[in-house]
């Protein structure tokens, strides 16, 4: 069975940090540039970073770049997203999916920064 499963979001501060895990099965993990997006309340779904087959090349939304962090672990078919110095724009469901034909999305992870 194909899917996807987010997890890791929660209710953390401005300035806070968070790790997002997206554990997969179902493919070869291995073989998929992966992406992750956001959507926030009343805004269509963004891609805010992304990472190629190897990892050798991440590349990020601008409104991210320099405080997220994504990364995989081909050996737990996991990709994760490190989050810092997070902002209250940041606050949306994170969910993420292959760059080349997605799969069916998962339920996500609800982020929320707020004091």
Same mark, same amino acid.
């Given at each position: 069975? #194909? ?5 890791? =979001? /929660? ?5 806070? !940090? ?6 997969? &099965? ?21 891609? #805010? ?5 190897? =990892? /050798? ?5 601008? !409104? ?6 994504? &990364? ?44």
């Amino acid at each position: 069975q #194909v899917q996807v499963v987010e997890s890791g =979001g /929660g209710l953390v501060q401005p300035g806070g !940090s968070l790790r997002l895990s997206c554990e997969t &099965s179902g493919f070869i993990f291995g073989n998929y540039a992966m992406s992750w997006y956001r959507q926030a309340p009343g805004k269509e779904r963004e891609r #805010v970073a992304a990472i190629t087959q190897s =990892g /050798g090349t991440t590349t990020y939304a601008d !409104s991210v770049k320099g405080r997220f962090t994504i &990364s995989r672990a081909d050996a737990k078919n996991t990709v994760y997203l490190q989050m810092n110095s997070l902002k209250p724009e940041a606050t949306a469901v994170y969910s993420c999916n292959k760059v080349i034909r997605p799969v069916a999305w998962g339920q996500g992870t609800q982020v929320t920064v707020s004091s």
